[in-house]
């Protein structure tokens, strides 16, 4: 979360104060006098003297109290603000300043608890709004605490600490274009204020503004040079723009300025592991899990490099160790579900793997329906909606498991992506397919479909297999198109660049020259959009025949699901292609990269998703020349027994 800005504690006023002893009035007034003159120390030293005589002297208490988590003592100030509110509950400054000392020690419960008893004597109290709206932030709960600041803003509309608070609430929430809203308001307002042009950069950074990012975060550092937050920032905004050098010295700036500051060693983590420099990214996260030992991110990030190294077994350690340190680590059993389904610990993986909605860049949402999350419970005549999520080719994955869910006497309605519902209509043949759910229709139970698994505690991963099938008019129209002669090979070589999943899986299609030199074969394009450009520059003696245009209305794989049925074999990198011939039962063979995703698993020439499939795969990253040679040799003697 961007930092918070938040008034400083109520200002020590002595008249607001009741039942202060007779006998300590004038030391107080003293206390009282050197702190507003900004003599802090002086004024805690009366007040211990006073506390040492009078215990219960509220007052000197709060003060104390308030000086105290100043000067950063905050379990001190806890402990004296705890006290004067005991003796005093019905004065809202102390249970403001009380509030205040519980957020900065984490205690967010208890802290939103305090507050609303301050608000409640005082609804037009802006601290105690704007200390709520903070815990409630922090408690993983901003639209509420949206209500405290923008109620803030209706008494006092050019509140800097409202405007800025209100901004990072709406980015915790993704509303980027709300939160803009606020900064300009903020940035008009106090045009050097750096916490509101930290957020400014989020905004430009979630934009791909990165130039007009780095034009800002050097505005901010010429006002605050010394900031290691913005520094790091910096380099966070180089790394977009994939000047890796300057990110990097940026990184390492912050650490000289904050050198236990763990989200710099993270980053140089993340730019040498994008240079490929595995064994510098692991090196460094042993630097800053030296420095900060408990960061959960750290301990992630180093699982990630580990199993990018392929030492998985370390990897589930690291793993381990940030939910060790943060039990709620969304990400980290998200990332150890992962792998422990990659090694195939497939019981224990599938549990983690619930956590994919809780990572920050899921990236797709669950959609609201008026049903019962399905654990498990028994099916038999009762109604149950099964939604699709992710890719098209995870829902072609894990629609296998749809029929099991009918055979347990469900009332099955599956909300299917509306491209889809086509070529899964054979399937479907025995529950309701639809695109959308009407607003108002109930159901008792719904799950996820990549959750099937999970729920049905299913060990058998081939259910069904093969499980769709092509239209046979299509079949019929696309046989006469290719042919019968030769041995007919399908390619594809592309996924969407544009998703950060595709790093690594592409094959560039020159790669695949070897097996154009085989005698009889024929290579045959199943690229429909990315990619097709590099058909323009084959290398010589390599020739790919192109079938014009197929699948180009709102049915996606319906001419491809023909095309493959027509073919001898499909090669393929990692995308949807594998996952529709599989489910088809058609031959189809695999080139992965180094560490693929996890359901291609490890050190298998076959799928335990799809009997149909074989895997090739990198014996290091990059290393595609050594798949397609071993494709080559295998391929030229199946081509030999097919002539």
């Known amino acids: 979360m961007a930092e918070c800005w938040r008034p400083i504690d109520p200002s020590f006023n002595i008249l607001r104060m009741q039942n202060a002893p007779e006998i300590a009035a004038e030391a107080m007034q003293k206390a009282h006098a050197l702190a507003q003159a900004g003599d802090i120390a002086g004024a805690a030293k009366i007040c211990r003297t006073v506390l040492a005589r009078a215990p219960a002297h509220i007052y000197a208490l709060f003060m104390l109290g308030t000086i105290e988590s100043q000067f950063g003592h905050f379990d001190e100030a806890a402990k004296h603000l705890a006290l004067a509110v005991k003796l005093s509950p019905q004065t809202a400054e102390i249970l403001t300043s009380h509030g205040n000392v519980l ?229 980290a059993h998200y990332h150890r579900g992962s792998t422990l389904l990659l090694t195939g610990r497939f019981e224990a993986g599938w549990a983690d793997f619930e956590h994919r909605w809780q990572v920050a860049d899921c990236g797709f949402d669950r959609p609201e329906l008026q049903a019962a999350e399905w654990t498990g419970e028994p099916l038999s005549g009762r109604s149950i909606v099964v939604y699709s999520e992710q890719g098209l080719g995870d829902t072609i994955q894990f629609a296998r498991f749809l029929p099991e869910l009918t055979e347990a006497g469900a009332r099955l309605t599956f909300l299917c992506h509306p491209n889809l519902m086509r070529l899964f209509g054979p399937l479907a043949a025995g529950f309701e397919i639809v695109p959308t759910i009407e607003g108002g229709r109930r159901f008792d139970f719904k799950c996820a479909l990549m959750s099937l698994p999970h729920r049905l505690k299913t060990t058998n991963l081939r259910a069904g297999s093969p499980y769709l099938t092509a239209e046979p008019a299509l079949i019929a129209q696309w046989r006469d198109r290719i042919g019968g002669h030769g041995f007919r090979i399908g390619l594809c070589w592309q996924g969407n660049p544009k998703g950060k999943i595709d790093y690594g899986r592409s094959i560039p299609l020159a790669k695949y020259a070897p097996f154009a030199s085989l005698p009889n074969v024929r290579l045959i394009s199943l690229q429909r959009s990315h990619g097709l450009e590099q058909l323009a520059r084959l290398p010589p003696g390599m020739t790919v025949e192109t079938l014009g245009e197929f699948d180009t209305g709102n049915d996606a794989f319906v001419d491809t699901a023909a095309i493959i049925n027509c073919l001898d074999l499909v090669i393929t990198s990692d995308t949807a292609i594998p996952h529709l011939a599989g489910a088809l039962g058609r031959p189809a063979w695999v080139a992965l990269k180094h560490i693929p995703d996890w359901r291609w698993m490890l050190e298998r020439s076959d799928s335990p998703w799809y009997p149909s499939l074989r895997l090739f795969r990198q014996p290091a990253p990059g290393d595609w020349d050594s798949v397609t040679a071993a494709m080559a040799e295998a391929l030229e003697g199946l081509v030999g027994r097919d002539s």
């Open 103 to 331: 957020i900065e020690l984490k205690r967010y419960a208890e802290a939103i608890e305090v507050l609303s008893r301050a608000i409640k004597l005082q609804p037009q109290n802006q601290n105690a709004l704007i200390y709520r709206g903070l815990a409630l932030a922090q408690s993983g709960r901003p639209e509420d605490a949206l209500k405290d600041f923008d109620r803030v803003l209706l008494m006092a509309p050019q509140s800097v600490f409202a405007l800025h608070n209100r901004a990072n609430a709406l980015i915790q929430m993704n509303r980027l274009d709300d939160a803009r809203r606020s900064v300009d308001a903020l940035l008009r307002i106090a045009p050097g204020h750096v916490a509101a042009m930290a957020n400014h950069i989020v905004i430009l950074i979630h934009d791909a503004k990165f130039a007009d990012a780095l034009k800002v975060v050097d505005r901010a550092l010429s006002l605050e040079s010394g900031n290691a937050d913005l520094w790091n920032t910096r380099g966070e905004v180089l790394q977009h723009l994939k000047d890796y050098r300057a990110a990097r010295e940026s990184y390492e700036k912050a650490l000289t300025l904050k050198p236990d500051l763990a989200p710099a060693f993270v980053n140089i983590c993340n730019v040498l592991m994008e240079q490929q420099r595995l064994q510098d990214a692991l090196a460094w996260s042993a630097k800053g899990i030296a420095i900060n030992p408990d960061n959960a991110p750290l301990h992630l990030l180093r699982g990630n490099i580990l199993l990018h190294l392929g030492r998985s077994g370390e990897s589930l350690k690291s793993y381990d160790a940030a939910l060790a340190a943060n039990p709620d680590y969304h990400e």
